[in-house]
Each structure stands twice: as structure tokens, then as C-alpha cells.
């Protein structure tokens, strides 16, 4: 009977890997480039903030599958303008990639959260907990990378 409840056990941790899922904290399912749109939600509370088309450049941090790093592009007339690299990590309780920025204009909370291919997101600031920005992002496909079209013209 032991053997029986081995089994199941087992079976239910490898399945999802099986379906191409990746176990929830680790760095695979974030990893990759990004693309979609930082939008401004709250103008009262960030009245410089700009509605964006982003690129995100994420990648494993060695040793630390809970981390990864954040290059975070903005397409500014067509072509890429960074904004910087920012550290996440990965926060069990709420299922999501999460930093803390800071700086001498604004302090910030910035939340990611990955279901398969889409990506959302929302920059808050801190202390007063206003939401401020929300992301929406879809993986980039390979093809995509190198500026070759998919199969029907897409991609």
C-alpha cells in the first residue's frame, strides 16, 4: 500500500512538468523577454508617471532559483531606451516576483505575477500603498526575438 501512495505522490509532482508547466518559485517561469504595456493607473498620486511599451530581459540569478533580474527597456520611437535593472524575488505566500525600489523621489513596491505565457504586474508606492502602475506583458516566442515571422504570417 505504501508503494501505491508513492506512486500517486509522485505522479501529481511530475505531471505538471510534464505538461510544460515549471513548479511555482522557481526562476523558469519568469525567465525570458517580454513584451506589453506599463500603464499609469493613479495620476493624482504619480503625476510624472507616462504610459509605456515595455520590453522586460529577465534572467536567472546563478544558485538562486528564487531571484532573477529585470532589465527593464521602454520603446521610445521605435526603438529600445533602458530603464534600468531591478532584482526580484520570488514571494511563496502571494505566488509572485516582488522588489522593493528606492530612491530620493520615490520609494515603491513593484509585484509580478506569471501565468503561463502572460505576465501582469503593479508598481505601488510606498507608504501610502497607492497603485500607481499596472503591467501587462506576453512572452516573447523565439521567432520573435530574431524578427522572424511564425508559420502564417504571425509571430
Known sequence: MHCCRSLVVVFFMV???????????????????WRGSSVCV??????ACNDE???YEI?????????????????????????GDLDFTHEAKSSTWITEFENARVHALWRLAVKGPT????TILL?????VRRMDLRKSMKSELYGHRAPGGRG
Open 42 to 47: 493613479d495620476r493624482q498620486a504619480a503625476p
Open 53 to 55: 511599451q515595455v520590453v
Open 119 to 122: 505576465m501582469t504586474g503593479t
Open 15 to 33: 505531471a505538471p512538468i510534464a505538461r510544460g508547466e515549471t513548479p511555482s518559485g522557481t526562476s523558469d517561469e519568469i525567465v525570458g523577454t
Open 127 to 131: 507608504p501610502s500603498k497607492a497603485v
Open 59 to 83: 534572467r536567472g540569478m546563478p544558485g538562486k532559483p528564487n531571484m532573477v533580474t529585470v532589465k527593464a527597456d521602454k520603446i521610445v520611437d521605435g526603438k529600445r531606451v533602458p530603464m
